[in-house]
T-cell receptor
Framework: SQQGEEDPQALSIQEGENATMNCSYKTSINNLQWYRQNSGRGLVHLILIRSNEREKHSGRLRVTLDTSKKSSSLLITASRAADTASYFCATVNSGGSNYKLTFGKGTLLTVNP | SQTIHQWPATLVQPVGSPLSLECTVEGTSNPNLYWYRQAAGRGLQLLFYSVGIGQISSEVPQNLSASRPQDRQFILSSKKLLLSDSGFYLC?????????????FGPGTRLTVL
């Protein structure tokens, strides 16, 4: 079964608006990561948040982690058309191999100009 | 800087034919290497990973195999393709030490089995 489950599955917003995507997971984690995938391309790492962190920022990205609820959110502020892509959360499970990421099915974000 | 290459970019193969996809990494030594498959509209499924030359771990039983003949080369193979092998195949690498959790992906190979 999928460890990470993103919602919504698809999100359509206007340029300049904020986009929020959520990720839920089931087991204890070492860290949680967000990746972006443009259509037909490879994935690009965006940000990593460790299990002892609650919030992290990188440019227009803000990630929160609530380990008690086993959930994370990715906020993209002041969105641009170039932010149109699929966004995936991925977890590294605690107690397991640090080599393995478990990906969710992703959220398809469309930013309309 | 590190770069990762995959080829071919696209491939159309008949059922029952063999497969060989190649992935190479430049600018780093002794990386962890990974093969993923992504079905249309879905997340990534880890197929194989390798922590060193000749060391391959398989995540799911399937029609595919992987090999690592050199430190920075990872090959995905099949003797006879099935229709269900169609998908987008992604290779990735990560460092052994330090920030080893972050993975860096190649551009992918789109495989269509007819």
């Amino acid at each position: 079964s999928q460890q990470g489950e993103e919602d919504p599955q698809a999100l359509s917003i206007q340029e300049g608006e904020n986009a929020t995507m959520n990720c839920s997971y089931k087991t204890s984690i070492n860290n949680l990561q967000w990746y972006r995938q443009n259509s037909g391309r490879g994935l690009v790492h965006l940000i990593l948040i460790r299990s002892n962190e609650r919030e992290k920022h990188s440019g227009r990205l803000r990630v929160t982690l609530d380990t008690s609820k086993k959930s994370s959110s990715l906020l993209i502020t002041a969105s641009r058309a170039a932010d149109t892509a699929s966004y995936f959360c991925a977890t590294v499970n605690s107690g397991g191999s640090n080599y393995k990421l478990t990906f969710g099915k992703g959220t398809l974000l469309t930013v309309n100009p | 800087s590190q770069t990762i290459h995959q080829w071919p970019a696209t491939l159309v193969q008949p059922v029952g034919s063999p497969l060989s996809l190649e992935c190479t990494v430049e600018g780093t030594s002794n990386p962890n290497l990974y093969w993923y498959r992504q079905a249309a509209g879905r997340g990534l499924q880890l197929l194989f990973y390798s922590v060193g030359i000749g060391q391959i771990s398989s995540e799911v039983p399937q029609n595919l195999s992987a090999s690592r003949p050199q430190d920075r080369q990872f090959i995905l193979s099949s003797k006879k393709l099935l229709l269900s092998d169609s998908g987008f195949y992604l290779c990735a690498w990560s460092v052994i030490a330090g920030r080893r959790d972050t993975q860096y992906f190649g551009p992918g190979t789109r495989l269509t089995v007819l």
